[in-house]
Nanobody, 121 residues
Framework: QVQLVESGGGLVQPGGSLRLSCAASGSIFSINAMAWYRQTLGKQRELVATISSGGTTNYADFVNGRFTISRDNGKNTVHLQMNSVKPEDTAVYYC???????????????WGQGTQVTVSE
């Protein structure tokens, strides 16, 4: 089995910065795409950013250059550097990863438990 454990959430003032991390552990042969999503109460979970195993990144339009996703393949981790945060960035942030347990079998998609980010004075 695999576990994704997020860390780094908390309270931050508008205009401030926060760095989220997610570590994958367990039975891992390789990790394909990794991503960050977020969800607020009463809304659907939305994509924030993705990064491929080769480092290609994509961002939601609302990011607008404020966030950076990165990964360390040797440590099976993915990070989200959040700068110039706004109150509307307040949400539970979830890590997502597409993981292969065995080389010749299809990958399985996993979610972390989520970490709360609150942007407020």
């Amino acid at each position: 089995q695999v576990q994704l454990v997020e860390s780094g959430g908390g309270l931050v003032q508008p205009g401030g910065s926060l760095r989220l991390s997610c570590a994958a552990s367990g039975s891992i042969f390789s990790i394909n795409a990794m991503a960050w999503y977020r969800q607020t109460l009463g809304k659907q979970r939305e994509l924030v950013a993705t990064i491929s195993s080769g480092g290609t990144t994509n961002y939601a339009d609302f990011v607008n250059g404020r966030f950076t996703i990165s990964r360390d393949n040797g440590k099976n981790t993915v990070h989200l550097q959040m700068n110039s945060v706004k109150p509307e960035d307040t949400a539970v942030y979830y890590c997502n990863a597409d993981i292969k347990h065995i080389r010749y079998l299809p990958s399985t998609n996993y979610w972390g438990q989520g970490t709360q980010v609150t942007v407020s004075e």
